[in-house]
C-alpha cells in the first residue's frame, strides 16, 4: 500500500494512515520502518529519519490525538482533554532545523523533532476558525482533509484514493441498472 499526501497537512495525512477507522481499520504503520518511509515520503519533513521503538510509539499515539481532535473539530464537539495534552506536549519539543542555500531549502532533524513539527502543523489547522474540516464522501475512507477549494466544494479526500474508485462504481451501477432494463424489454411481447 502507498502512503498517500492529499489532507493538505502533515498532521492530516499522519491520521489518514490508519484508513475505514469504522469497520475494518487498516494501519499502514506497521513497524517503524513504515514510519521511516512515510516521514521520507512527506514533503515537508527532512530525509534519512529513523525511528526507535519508544519514538514509534509515541507517533502512533500523536497520530491517534490528531485523529481525535480533528474528528472532535468536523463534528464540532469540544476536543478531547487527553488528546490536546499529547499534541500540545508533542509540540512542545525542539523542531526541524531550516536552512536556506542556492541548493534550496534544507530541514534536518530527528524524528522527535519531526513529531514536534507534525503536533505543531496540526495545532495550526485544528485551531484556525477559518479551516474547513471534513471528513471524506467515500463511505468507509473516513480519512479528514483540509478543503482549500474556492466555496469548499470538495467531496474526496483524493481523486486517485477515492473521488475516482466512487465514480466508477457509480458509473457501473448505472450500467448493470441500464441492461437489466434492456433485458427486462427483450422480454416483453411485441
Ligand atoms: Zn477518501
Same mark, same amino acid.
Given at each position: 500500500m502507498n502512503f498517500a499526501?492529499?489532507? *493538505?497537512n502533515p498532521a492530516l495525512d499522519l491520521a489518514g494512515t490508519v484508513g475505514s477507522r469504522r469497520d475494518e481499520p487498516t494501519d499502514l504503520l506497521a513497524a517503524p520502518v513504515d514510519l521511516e518511509r512515510w516521514v521520507a515520503e512527506c514533503d515537508e519533513l527532512p530525509d534519512g529519519v529513523t525511528a526507535d521503538f519508544a519514538t514509534f510509539e509515541s507517533a502512533l499515539s500523536l497520530r491517534e490525538a490528531i485523529y481525535q481532535l480533528a474528528l472532535d473539530r468536523v463534528l464540532d464537539r469540544p476536543f478531547d482533554p487527553r488528546s490536546l495534552g499529547i499534541v500540545n506536549d508533542t509540540a512542545a519539543g525542539p523542531v526541524p532545523t531550516l536552512q536556506l542555500s542556492d541548493t534550496g531549502l534544507q530541514v534536518s532533524g530527528d524524528l522527535a523533532a519531526v513529531l514536534a513539527h507534525i503536533a505543531r502543523s496540526g495545532i495550526a489547522v485544528l485551531g484556525d476558525p477559518h479551516a474547513c474540516l471534513k471528513e471524506c464522501g =467515500? /463511505? *468507509? !475512507? /473516513?480519512r479528514i482533509y483540509l478543503d482549500r477549494s474556492r466555496g469548499a =466544494?470538495? /467531496?474526496? !479526500?483524493g481523486m486517485d484514493e477515492c473521488g475516482n474508485r466512487v465514480k466508477a462504481s457509480a458509473y457501473r451501477a448505472r450500467r448493470r441498472a441500464s441492461m437489466t432494463r434492456a433485458e427486462g424489454r427483450g422480454n416483453e411481447a411485441p
Open positions: 499526501f492529499v489532507s *493538505g =467515500r /463511505t *468507509g !475512507c /473516513t =466544494r470538495r /467531496t474526496w !479526500c
